[in-house]
Nanobody, 115 residues
Framework: QVQVVGSGGGLVQPGGSLRLSCAASGSILNVITTSWYRQAPGKKRELVAL???????TYADFTEGRFTIFRDGAANTMYLQMNRLKPEDTAVYYCRYVTTTEDYWGQGTQVTVSS
């Protein structure tokens, strides 16, 4: 069973940057979408960014051009580059791979934006 592990979270000051990673323990085949979600305390989990296998990407309005999702297929890893972070970006971030037969979720990595 393939495991996916998110990492790269931490404490960052407003205006700073973080790059989140999501590594798969093995090859993930027939990927349809890769995506990142987040969940802040007391709030529902929400989509941050989604990339289709064909290359198109979709971002939540709140990303405002600050976030970029990309993938290194050869390394079975995907990333979320986050720039100009705001306190309201504080949340647990989850990665997700959806294939033709599976739906893999990472365990979540905490991002805290605070001075």
């Amino acid at each position: 069973q393939v495991q996916v592990v998110g990492s790269g979270g931490g404490l960052v000051q407003p205006g700073g940057s973080l790059r989140l990673s999501c590594a798969a323990s093995g090859s993930i085949l027939n990927v349809i979408t890769t995506s990142w979600y987040r969940q802040a305390p007391g709030k529902k989990r929400e989509l941050v960014a989604l990339a289709h296998a064909g290359g198109t990407t979709t971002y939540a309005d709140f990303t405002e051009g600050r976030f970029t999702i990309f993938r290194d297929g050869a390394a079975n890893t995907m990333y979320l580059q986050m720039n100009r972070l705001k306190p309201e970006d504080t949340a647990v971030y989850y990665c997700r791979y959806v294939t033709t037969t599976e739906d893999y979720w990472g365990q979540g990595t905490q991002v805290t934006v605070s001075s």
